[in-house]
T-cell receptor, first 114, second 115 residues
Framework: AQKITQTQPGMFVQEKEAVTLDCTYD???????LFWYKQPSSGEMIFLIY??????QNATEGRYSLNFQKARKSANLVISASQLGDSAMYFC???????????FGSGTRLQVQP | GAGVSQSPSNKVTEKGKDVELRCDPI?????LYWYRQSLGQGLEFLIY????????KSGLPSDRFSAERTGGSVSTLTIQRTQQEDSAVYLC?????????????FGPGTRLLVL
């Protein structure tokens, strides 16, 4: 079974609108961390936001927020007020238990239209 | 401050040759990671270093792949007898290594093409 599933290969959003990128995960560990990274066409992976499995509040970082639904095992990324510079690939990743390795989803390509 | 740096940025080699890829982590980061990003396999973990030791090598795909880290800083990923399926972007990341969230910060990658 896939550990991280991103079901949207591509998404379009109008500039200034909000967009939600989906991520579901599968783990039997009680302790885990979920990360979102952005990869522009330049190729570098840019850390956006983190949610720990024991965190009671949804994480927020500026225009990024994470809609964490533990019972559903989902960790969707919400980008508010989209900007043209948000056009990129977005990856959801998980770190399980004591492991340091990240397991990545297949990514979602977001295109922001003017 | 300087981020993670990798060299070379691009490497073209012939099948059967050996290649070395270098990673220089963020200063003060004791944990270092190698990942591979390819069209067919997505982003895959290869190896994790804490200091100079590698407690997790579970992602190395074959014994042609090896990595070392010296002085708790620079790391080299070596691929021997390269194959065409080794063509990918090799990404290095580092983190503080102190436990907790351990956010990994990535370098720009080395794009490897095996002809």
């Amino acid at each position: 079974a896939q550990k991280i599933t991103q079901t949207q290969p591509g998404m379009f959003v109008q500039e200034k609108e909000a967009v939600t990128l989906d991520c579901t995960y599968d783990t039997s560990d009680q302790s885990y961390g979920l990360f979102w990274y952005k990869q522009p066409s330049s190729g570098e992976m840019i850390f956006l936001i983190y949610q720990g499995s024991y965190d009671e509040q949804n994480a927020t970082e500026g225009r990024y927020s994470l809609n964490f639904q533990k019972a559903r095992k989902s960790a969707n990324l919400v980008i508010s007020a989209s900007q043209l510079g948000d056009s990129a690939m977005y990856f959801c990743a998980m770190r399980e238990g004591g492991r340091r390795a990240l397991t990545f989803g297949s990514g979602t390509r977001l295109q922001v239209q003017p | 401050g300087a981020g993670v740096s990798q060299s070379p940025s691009n490497k073209v080699t012939e099948k059967g040759k050996d290649v070395e890829l270098r990673c220089d982590p963020i200063s003060g980061h004791t944990a270092l990671y190698w990942y591979r990003q390819s069209l067919g396999q997505g982003l895959e973990f290869l190896i994790y270093f804490q200091g100079n030791s590698a407690p997790d090598k579970s992602g190395l795909p074959s014994d042609r792949f090896s990595a070392e880290r010296t002085g708790g800083s620079v790391s080299t990923l070596t691929i021997q007898r390269t194959q065409q399926e080794d063509s990918a972007v090799y990404l290095c990341a580092s983190s503080l290594g102190a436990g907790g969230v351990e956010t990994q910060y990535f370098g720009p990658g080395t794009r490897l093409l095996v002809l």
